[in-house]
């Protein structure tokens, strides 16, 4: 069963960092681009980073930069979003999925961590 599984969300005070992971099927996805994103309730899944099958190569969207860091362990077949200075908006489940050479969605998704920020 090919799946991307997401862990380490949770509630954290504003200006707190959090550590998600992405833990894949590596004969599926380990040549696969994986992002991050995250859907706050009542607005569209926004693209935060993502990170080439190497490990060399990410890409972040202006909301996650300076902020939040991307990383792919391949031995462990998991990419990492290291998030600090955490804001109240940035409350929102976090997904990550496999994207192609275009940084396209291919459909696989995993089911999403939620990370709840007070304030």
């Known amino acids: 069963q090919v799946q991307l599984v997401e862990s380490g969300g949770g509630l954290v005070q504003a200006g707190g960092s959090l550590r998600l992971s992405c833990a894949y099927t590596?004969?599926?996805?380990?040549?696969?681009?994986v992002g991050w994103f995250r859907q706050a309730p009542g607005k569209d899944r926004e693209f935060l980073a993502a990170?080439?099958?190497?490990?060399?190569?990410?890409h972040y969207a202006d909301s996650a930069k300076g902020r939040f860091t991307i990383s792919r362990d391949k031995p462990k077949n998991t990419v990492t979003l290291q998030m600090n200075s955490l804001k109240p908006e940035d409350t929102a489940l976090y997904f990550c999925?496999?994207?192609?050479?275009?940084?396209?969605?291919?459909?696989?998704w995993g089911h999403g961590t939620q990370v709840t920020v007070s304030s």
């Open positions: 990170v080439d099958a190497s490990g060399g190569s990410s």
């Open positions: 999925a496999a994207l192609n050479d275009d940084y396209q969605q291919t459909g696989y």
């Open positions: 590596a004969r599926a996805f380990s040549s696969y681009i």
